[in-house]
T-cell receptor, first 113, second 113 residues
Framework: ETGVTQSPTHLIKTRGQQVTLRCSSQSGHNTVSWYQQALGQGPQFIFQYYREEENGRGNFPPRFSGLQFPNYSSELNVNALELDDSALYLC????????????FGPGTRLTVT | GENVEQHPSTLSVQEGDSAVIKCTYSDSASNYFPWYKQELGKGPQLIIDIRSNVGEKKDQRIAVTLNKTAKHFSLHITETQPEDSAVYFCAAMGGTSYGKLTFGQGTILTVHP
């Protein structure tokens, strides 16, 4: 186990709704990244947070947004949910912004109906 | 942006055999190449990584090799065991995309007892 925790474990939402996913980074880690993993595929980078600011973003629309708190925990918010948003959402933390190794949490399984 | 190709998509071996998974990357500026193991219902687990200034790295039964000229890297598992059965992902990071991991499509490894 990495020490990265995520909640909730599973979530079912309806198209058009909004969702908030939560992540607690491993102790001593100050940088958090979020990834989306569709079924049968590798994770895709959404964005990362360092010092409570977004610091790098992948090819995801603005309805994907996030926050990082002073204790380095983070939230991922998705507005106007679409069916294609159904996926496993993974949070990864690393010790410093310039560190290489990223450690993943167990993920939140989001189903949009 | 970076593109990572991974082969094979599935790999079946007998217990005790060796397994090799190969990846190619497109961005010559990439300088960090981790490998993750993902078991059913869990997040990716970092099992080994290599940086661009090193050609090979070993950790017990697992080794990774990197050929920067050809832009490919490989995971080698020796003396495979049934508990090695999982999905394995390669990834690449670097250049101007600090912290952003680009993943391959994954390899489903099955080790038969």
């Amino acid at each position: 186990e990495t020490g990265v925790t995520q909640s909730p474990t599973h979530l079912i939402k309806t198209r058009g709704q909004q969702v908030t996913l939560r992540c607690s980074s491993q102790s001593g880690h100050n940088t958090v990244s979020w990834y989306q993993q569709a079924l049968g595929q590798g994770p895709q980078f959404i964005f990362q947070y360092y010092r409570e600011e977004e610091n790098g973003r992948g090819n995801f629309p603005p309805r994907f947004s996030g926050l990082q708190f002073p204790n380095y925990s983070s939230e991922l918010n998705v507005n106007a949910l679409e069916l294609d948003d159904s996926a496993l959402y993974l949070c990864a933390s690393r010790r410093e912004h310039l560190s290489y190794e990223q450690y993943f949490g167990p993920g939140t399984r989001l189903t949009v109906t | 942006g970076e593109n990572v190709e991974q082969h094979p998509s599935t790999l079946s071996v007998q217990e005790g055999d060796s397994a090799v998974i190969k990846c190619t990357y497109s961005d010559s500026a990439s300088n960090y190449f981790p490998w993750y193991k993902q078991e059913l219902g869990k997040g990716p687990q970092l099992i080994i990584d290599i940086r661009s200034n090193v050609g090979e790295k070993k950790d017990q039964r697992i080794a990774v090799t990197l050929n920067k000229t050809a832009k490919h890297f490989s995971l080698h598992i020796t003396e495979t065991q049934p508990e090695d059965s999982a999905v394995y992902f390669c990834a690449a990071m670097g250049g101007t995309s600090y912290g952003k991991l680009t993943f391959g499509q994954g390899t489903i490894l099955t080790v038969h007892p």
